[in-house]
């Protein structure tokens, strides 16, 4: 499939609407057309077109990025009002649409999103029969909440895959015609408006990555591959990566009952045993947790010298700080609900969302309002350039923010608000990085329920779900997030409840969260420093080409394993698990990308021993794991 010419047709262009009750596919080749090219700020070469219509002054303005090194193509879509009156209706906005012809079996392949259940981040495989249609799209406004926003489309000889940029309300629709053609819809999923004079309306970003070949996990190593070279944040040339933190929320009576001198002591603890980043959670604020949101100062009872003095003891000890905020739900009894309740949107009396939250006891912060969100930008790089913030943790636990949104909405104004939200979003979280050159954000959501394109570009999810909430491992859960995660998204973490290898090594990534009280006499500070370090070592892995070495399942009686290869180097690791369940003690994995004449260092971590393999022995090496369950992880290097 040649993505390159996308866009070479005003009739057939990878995207579509309605305007004024008329397809784009008429109206864009009678509009005026303007291009032009410039390189961005990473080098590659973003190409705008502009379609204008002088009637009504609306002007729609694609930029798209084909790249030169990767089959993959990237490109978003703004509709802004340049004249003096309110256009007629703009709607079902399709930021793709476009048809593939196929040949042979087609399979869907995407993957739940977080629901704070034993299916978090499980991929599913739909394969498509002729005339099937498949629809998807998140829970209520929150992008990853019950759908990720990544796909991999298979057919016989290639595919294609594929990621949503849209913080909010997306939908993906693919259909199957009777014979091989497939169609491909994307985009907010609600489109219905007029834009009022100067206003600004954009679509999700779209990214398609043409992959060929039998294998379609090398769609998704290109994914990450391309992720990695340009869509990770980087500070100071080198790529922001989740790292071990301590969050010292669970220890402390969920947050309300933390103050300066537990911090500081436990600060201490933590720098004893190589933990990187020390992390305030809710709670700090006052009102605490969770009636205090919106209310950004820190509570007198516990900071009467504000945040500083904790931020002056991580760095002391060569330790960053994780800072908790939720600036988008506003509590009735916040600051901002009394000072501004005209920056704040309201729900219907009595609506809940969907798992019985009553969101009459919400308010949602309007990051549309230009000059709320300024404001609020304000009020949270103050507060953090003087506690000393490395990285800004972001919360969002409103479940039904798409409700909020459907109210704020006129019948002619259909995604309006949502929209402008959105895009506000963005503009905070890029002018906080720009006040703050050395910040990283982690972004939560009840916990991994805001992951798409445009939010791992700006940030790292450090909670990738609610299920580490329950104060104790879940270590299968841990696995097939990880798993499931790893096929499209590079760089994310969760939290850990336990120092021994099986549940530690089911967590963590590039780095994991220690969440129970290190003080507690029944972890070893042996322990602790060893799997704080393996996972130090481990770390440059994570950043290599991935296979899953097994089926990703829940199931109990089975093994897990998977590998992560830097070809390149020639070199890499695979990991292990033989759960609870399992009859076997051995297993022989089909490792990739090995070459059977090289030779290989072969290393087994749990023993330190390590051997010289011909690589054709290696790829029948023979993994032997004796508990119930267990781990092992070796590491190979190619023997220069």
């Known amino acids: 499939m040649d993505l390159s010419s996308l866009f070479e047709d005003a009739g057939n262009l990878p995207f579509s609407f309605e305007y004024h009750g008329k397809k784009s596919s008429e109206l864009l080749p009678a509009w005026v057309k303007t291009e032009w090219s410039e390189c961005d700020y990473k080098g590659r070469l973003v190409n705008t077109i502009n379609y204008t219509d002088d009637a009504s002054g609306i002007v729609v303005t694609c930029e798209y990025i084909a790249y030169k090194e990767y089959p993959a193509i990237d490109w978003v879509v703004y509709f802004r009002n340049n004249g003096t009156n309110d256009t007629p209706i703009i709607e079902n906005i399709k930021a793709l649409d476009i048809n593939i012809l196929t040949q042979g079996n087609v399979i869907l392949h995407h993957s739940h999103g977080s629901s704070s259940t034993i299916t978090d981040f499980l991929p599913i495989e739909d394969i498509m029969a002729p005339n099937d249609d498949i629809a998807i799209s998140p829970n209520y406004g929150r992008s990853s909440d019950g759908s990720l926003p990544f796909f991999n489309l298979e057919w016989e000889g290639e595919g294609l895959t594929g990621a949503i940029g849209w913080t909010g309300q997306w939908m993906l629709n693919v259909k199957r015609d009777e014979a091989n053609k497939v169609s491909m819809a994307a985009g907010q999923q609600f489109t219905h408006m007029k834009l009022h004079p100067k206003e600004m309306i954009r679509t999700p970003r779209i990214l398609l990555i043409n992959w060929l070949g039998s294998d379609r996990i090398s769609g998704h190593n290109l994914m990450r591959r391309i992720i990695l070279d340009y869509y990770t944040p ?3 040339g080198r790529h922001v990566v989740p790292q071990i933190n301590m969050n010292t929320w669970f220890t402390y009576d ?3 009952a933390v103050n300066e001198s537990n911090q500081i002591e436990t600060i201490k603890e933590m720098a004893k045993i190589g933990v990187e980043n020390y992390w305030l959670d809710a709670g700090w604020f006052e009102g605490g947790w969770p009636d205090g949101a919106g209310n950004w100062v820190p509570r007198s009872d516990g900071f009467p010298n504000g945040l500083q003095p904790l931020g002056d003891a991580a760095a002391s000890r060569n330790m960053g700080f994780v800072l908790w905020f939720e600036p988008e739900r506003v509590t009735p009894n916040s600051r901002v609900a009394k000072e501004h309740p005209e920056w704040v949107h309201h729900i219907k009396s009595g609506d809940t969302a969907p798992c019985g939250q009553d969101l009459t006891q919400n308010m949602l912060f309007n990051l549309g309002i230009p000059e709320a969100r300024e404001w609020l930008t304000d009020v949270l790089a103050d507060c953090m350039i003087e506690a000393g913030v490395t990285i800004y943790r972001q919360d969002f636990n409103i479940f039904g923010a798409l409700r909020f949104w459907e109210d704020a909405d006129a019948p002619d104004r259909v995604g309006a608000a949502e929209n402008h939200h959105i895009q506000g979003l963005y503009k905070m979280w890029d002018e906080l990085r720009e006040r703050i050159p050395n910040l990283a954000i982690d972004n939560c959501a009840s916990g ?3 992951i798409d394109l445009e939010m791992i570009s700006r940030s790292y ?20 997030q990880n798993a499931g995660l790893n096929l499209y998204v590079p760089l994310h973490a969760a939290g850990v409840w336990d120092f021994d290898p099986y549940t530690w090594r089911s967590v963590a990534t590039t780095g994991t969260t220690l969440c129970m009280d290190i003080c507690d006499k029944k972890f070893s500070k042996k322990d602790m420093r060893k799997m704080i370090s393996e996972t130090k070592m481990l770390r440059e892995y994570h950043l290599g080409d991935y296979y899953p070495l097994t089926d990703i399942c829940s199931d109990e009686d089975v093994w897990m394993a998977w590998q992560f290869d ?7 690791m695979a990991v292990f698990f033989r759960r609870s369940e399992s009859r076997y003690s051995a297993y022989q994995p089909k490792l990739r990308n090995i070459d059977p004449k090289s030779t290989y260092i072969v290393k087994r971590l749990d023993d330190d021993k390590e051997k010289k393999m011909k690589g054709k022995d290696l790829l029948k090496i023979n993994i032997e794991i004796d508990e119930m369950p267990g781990s092992r992880i070796i590491l190979y290097n190619k023997a220069r």
Not at 461 to 480: E, H, K
Not at 566 to 572: M, S
């Open 234 to 236: 980087e500070i100071d």
């Open 254 to 256: 969920t947050g309300n």
């Open 448 to 450: 991994g329920r805001r």
């Open 461 to 480: 999810p450090l909670w990738q779900s609610d299920t580490q909430c329950c104060g104790s491992a879940v270590q299968i859960q841990d696995q097939v």
């Open 566 to 572: 830097i070809p390149e180097e020639g070199k890499g």
